[in-house]
């Protein structure tokens, strides 16, 4: 699962790494959570864009997106079956942009945070879909999820899943969309353990207001905080395709 994420380089290295053509100004976001606006970057007749989503997908036929999971992450196992999923893994592929991601290892009702960042600290393409869906009143909003699969060696040691993380040479694949009969699946697989690094970091990144460079800090022990997870509005029910999507750290 991936429930929060870092986007710290430069926006110039985002725009040489990938080769979209926009040239946007962001600043550095080091908490970023789901339902935030978030950049990814697609590709559209063999030109690659970059481009605004919302984190949190929804796919076109939802008639009320009240009553639809937040779905934040995709389960690559369930990408060529579910219905939520089926067309955009056809035509709507698209890398969120990051260059590390946080998760929890939980026991009891404590949770300890590490970071997990590439070992080049090069952007850590993270595979995605994308949708825009449009309203029964004519708006329309763009939305994305991250896709996730098994969790490698050094993940497993705190969660089970993780997002899936492209080489270089992939990210090409992932984002042609131009063949609906390519073979994109072989991309959705654990990355290598060499990959990435991971350590813990302070327990403040539990809170969202908490967004500064000081939650990239390495600590020398793992720090727990209680589990006190935001609980969706009554009657929104939560996603299937990953534990406790429908809640927020």
């Known amino acids: 699962m991936c429930g929060r994420y870092a ?36 590709e559209d007749r063999g030109e690659r864009h970059f481009m605004l989503v919302r984190w949190g997908f929804l796919p076109s036929w939802v008639k009320d997106p009240k009553d639809f999971p937040l779905v934040i992450n995709a389960r690559g196992e369930t990408l060529q079956t579910k219905p939520t999923f089926k067309a955009a893994l056809k035509r709507r592929r698209c890398i969120f942009l990051t260059d590390g991601f946080y998760e929890w290892r939980r026991e009891g009702r404590e949770k300890t945070p590490f970071l997990i960042r590439p070992r080049d600290r090069r952007p850590m393409p993270l595979a995605g879909l994308w949708e825009t869906y449009s309203s029964p ?51 959705v697989r654990p990355c290598p353990d060499e990959w990435i690094d991971m ?25 727990s905080g209680p589990v006190t ?21």
């Open 137 to 187: 009143d004519g708006g329309e909003i763009d939305t994305a999820a991250i896709v996730t699969t098994d969790a490698n060696g050094t993940l497993s040691a705190v969660h089970h899943r993780m997002p899936v993380i492209l080489s270089p040479d992939d990210i090409s694949a992932w984002l042609d969309v131009r063949d609906e009969r390519a073979d994109v699946m072989r991309l």
């Open 7 to 42: 986007i710290t380089l430069p926006p110039e290295t985002y725009r040489e790494f990938y080769g979209y053509s926009e040239q946007p100004n962001f600043p550095p976001r080091y908490n970023v959570a789901p339902t935030q606006p978030v950049p990814i970057v697609l």
């Open 199 to 223: 350590v813990p970091v302070s327990s403040r990144v539990n809170k969202v207001e908490n967004d500064d460079p000081g939650l990239l800090e390495s600590l020398s022990e793992p720090e």
């Open 229 to 249: 997870e935001k609980k969706p509005k009554a009657k929104k029910p939560l996603s299937s395709d990953e534990d406790e999507q429908g809640s927020l750290f």
